[in-house]
């Protein structure tokens, strides 16, 4: 059969995905595909894998503010407004962007000139419709209130004290309602959104960055000591001796070989003390960042802050990076001390020193492997979920028995013996049966660990009501923060009739 020029051409056509495409289509689609890969590799090449990306700054300062929210030793009160304890809904919204490493201002701002602090810092301000406009780290405002939109609905703010007032006559929470999370929408006229960038500085300027959630496999570090790190490197402190310089046993020792140990190349031997760190990293070429971590990245801690040490300050290793929840969780070390873990907002004073090669070194006994720039290949964290080992039972609808298999592997992460384990069984035993959805007829109390209300839970995930592992993770948050220890919490809960903690 003869074939016309123009008809040869239309019926050329390529198989792709079992179907025939003729040859005239195929080539844009090809163009079309190169400059999507290209693109991506572009995004990518920042800091490694793409995974579960959220801005780390609108993400801590929204923790911050949760955490606040979680604490009952902070409620609301206009005149007493600088979080000493309490603040009004203005002033938790000023100190928590404050906390995010953002100017604005030397005072806290009310919601009259609130658009001029914002504005300053890098906000922009758009009409308000509806919650269907907003953005995780919106700030919403009207006249007379303002919040801070936390994502899935959900706001965080301070509302009115125990009178439904604003003088808040006594301190702290008396309700559980003066600072929480709500879903409450109050006839917002207008949201502000964080516009601003060049969060990342390096020797040759400063590019825009975000946090990148992911995970070393940090579990099997904690309660590790000098001589376990030095059997790393058979029995050296460190390749060919690489971190001897550091006093032996102390933060700046340990974050040497344990980043000698995920795969850093250039530490420098000679950085001096903890708080120095992000300096001399920045000199001998490496990005740093306030607000934008990766996994397998430093953290340097100018003195005083995060309780370091108000002469040499502190350097930790970020084990793990939670974007989604605003958090990083870090293996630390000090003289005497064996290897410990906290997890802390993304924004907390310190620097982040950023890997400048692929950390491949972690895919042996303690963790896997980490790609270029920090992301876990195979280990992202999707939607704000917490990395657990393969072994560790789903917290949603768990049986009291798995939520006490999750309950022990958090405990031992915040590096507690099987004692803190023990008073911590008791403890909630006594509180719920360790029934996730447990409630109080009386107050309300609501899931393992009786949170009052409920709903505060909502800071550690927007599964509350049927995950466990959310559940306690809040609850061995709460109690940290008031009681210290999970023993410390049973000794009070004992000694009150009736009991509550």
């Not at 300096?279 to 971590?293: D, V």
């Not at 108000?310 to 084990?319: I, K, M, N, Q, T």
Request: hydrophobic share 35%; proline share 4%; charged share 15%.
């Amino acid at each position: 059969m003869s074939d016309s020029k123009s008809g040869s051409v239309s019926r050329k056509a390529v198989v792709v995905a079992g179907l025939a495409v003729p040859a005239v289509v195929l080539l844009p689609l090809v163009l079309l595909l190169a400059f999507v890969l290209v693109v991506a590799t572009v995004v990518q090449s920042q800091y490694g894998q793409s995974c579960s990306m959220a801005s780390g700054s609108a993400a801590s300062w929204v923790a911050w503010a949760k955490t606040i929210a979680d604490d009952d030793s902070h409620g609301y009160s206009q005149p007493h407004r600088t979080g000493d304890p309490d603040y009004d809904c203005s002033s938790l919204v000023y100190y928590a962007l404050r906390n995010a490493g953002l100017d604005v201002g030397p005072a806290p701002f009310n919601t009259h000139t609130e658009d001029a602090a914002l504005t300053h810092a890098g906000f922009e301000r758009h009409a308000y419709t509806s919650v269907a406009d907003l953005q995780t780290g919106d700030i919403v405002w009207k006249a007379t209130h303002t919040e801070i939109y936390a994502g899935d609905g959900l706001f965080v703010g301070a509302h009115y004290d125990e009178k439904h007032g604003v003088r808040g006559e006594k301190p702290g929470d008396q309700t559980g309602y003066e600072i929480s999370v709500t879903s409450y929408a109050s006839g917002y006229t207008a949201y502000y959104r964080y516009a601003g960038a060049g969060n990342v500085v390096s020797a040759v300027g400063s590019s825009s960055g975000q946090a990148v959630s992911g995970s070393t496999g940090s579990a099997r570090v904690v309660g590790m000591t000098e001589r376990d790190a030095m059997a790393w490197y058979g029995g050296a402190q460190g390749p060919d001796d690489a971190c001897i310089a550091y006093a032996y046993g102390q933060c700046t020792w340990w974050a040497c070989m344990r980043g000698e140990r995920l795969g850093w190349k250039r530490i420098g031997s000679h950085w001096g003390n903890g708080q120095d760190w992000a300096a001399s990293a920045a000199r001998a070429g490496y990005r740093t960042t306030r607000n934008a971590p990766v996994p397998g990245a430093l953290l340097s801690i100018p003195a005083g802050v995060l309780g370091s040490s108000p002469v040499y300050g502190h350097v930790a290793v970020v084990e793990a990076v939670d974007a989604a929840k605003g958090t990083i969780t870090t293996s630390e070390k000090g003289k005497g001390v064996k290897v410990y873990s906290r997890t802390l907002p993304i924004v907390n004073g310190g620097t982040y020193i950023l890997p400048s090669e692929s950390l491949s070194g972690m895919a042996g006994a303690d963790a896997g492997s980490v790609s270029d720039g920090g992301a876990v290949t195979g280990q992202c964290v999707a939607g704000g979920t917490t990395v657990a080992s393969a072994s560790d039972p789903s917290g949603v609808d768990a049986s009291a028995e798995d939520a006490k298999r999750i309950a022990r592997r958090k405990v031992k992460e915040l590096g507690w013996d099987d004692a803190q384990y023990g008073c911590l069984v008791n403890l909630w035993n006594g509180e719920s049966g360790w029934d996730l959805k447990a409630t109080n007829p009386s107050s309300g109390a609501y899931g393992i660990p009786q949170a009052l209300p409920g709903s505060k839970m909502a800071s550690a995930g927007q599964d509350w009501r049927t995950n466990a592992s959310t559940q306690i993770a809040w609850g061995l948050n709460y109690i940290r923060q008031r009681y210290g220890t999970p023993c410390g919490a049973w000794g009070v809960w004992q000694s009150r009739s009736p009991h509550w903690y």
